[in-house]
């Protein structure tokens, strides 16, 4: 079975760090990494995503890298705020699998003024 | 702005009832998926649509079917609901991808207990 592993579960930074997520792949035919963010009683929203033939994207304070070679991809948040508080996924989507997602586990971030 | 609408926000249930779980979008999206969320498993495709009277099955279909009647509208059936069906039902939906990539657009979810 397709899986992504995200790491860690759960997170606590203090405010003004840098928030780190990792993600690993395992099936070479994803072509699209997403990452989703969602607050407490609401769903997912996306965040930010990538595709493979770049290295890095980045969105305001939230970056995207991505290690393809390593099937690897990481999400890095900034400046961490209170805001930020919230669940993050990664996931990953493969090209003939139409828009079916594979998601991570999922990390609880918790951003400590 | 794309608007994914779930019936209810909490449900409970009783063991061998059968469950309805609707869902309706406002983007006449083709995609619509089911998922369930669950601590530590992150989200789990549960079976999805490419478009009215077609469905897929996901990861764990198993307990669960779908009903797509119309392009809008995407309802997840338990045909007897047991207890380990207690969770976070998440519906989404999203464009074909195409030549771009079309995110999922989620509702805020269903929190379904079975007792």
């Known amino acids: 079975q397709q899986q992504v592993k995200q790491s860690p579960q759960s997170l606590i930074v203090q405010k003004g760090g840098i928030s780190i997520i990792n993600c690993a792949y395992e099936?070479?035919?994803?072509?699209?990494f997403p990452w989703y963010q969602q607050f407490p009683g609401k769903g997912p929203a996306l965040l930010i995503a990538i595709r493979p033939d770049v290295s890095e994207k980045k969105e305001g304070r939230f970056t995207i890298s991505f290690n393809k070679s390593a099937k690897q991809f990481s999400l890095h948040i900034m400046d961490s705020q209170p805001g930020d508080s919230a669940t993050y996924f990664c996931a990953s989507r493969s090209y003939n699998q139409g828009g079916k997602l594979i998601f991570g586990q999922g990390t609880e971030l918790s951003v400590k003024p | 702005d794309v608007k994914v609408t779930q019936s209810s926000r909490y449900l409970v249930k009783r063991t061998g009832e059968k469950v309805f779980l609707e869902c309706v979008q406002d983007m006449d999206h083709e995609n619509m998926f089911w998922y369930r969320q669950d601590p530590g498993l992150g989200l789990r495709l549960i079976y999805f649509s490419y478009d009215v009277k077609m469905k897929e099955k996901g990861d764990i279909p198993e307990g669960y079917s779908v009903s797509r009647e119309k392009k809008e509208r995407f309802s997840l059936i338990l045909e007897s609901a047991s207890t380990n069906q207690t969770s976070m039902y998440l519906c989404?939906?999203?464009?074909?991808?195409?030549?771009?990539?079309?995110?999922?657009?989620f509702g805020d979810g269903t929190r379904l207990s079975i007792l």
């Open positions: 099936n070479t035919a994803f072509d699209y």
């Open positions: 989404a939906s999203s464009l074909l991808p195409g030549e771009s990539n079309q995110p999922q657009h």
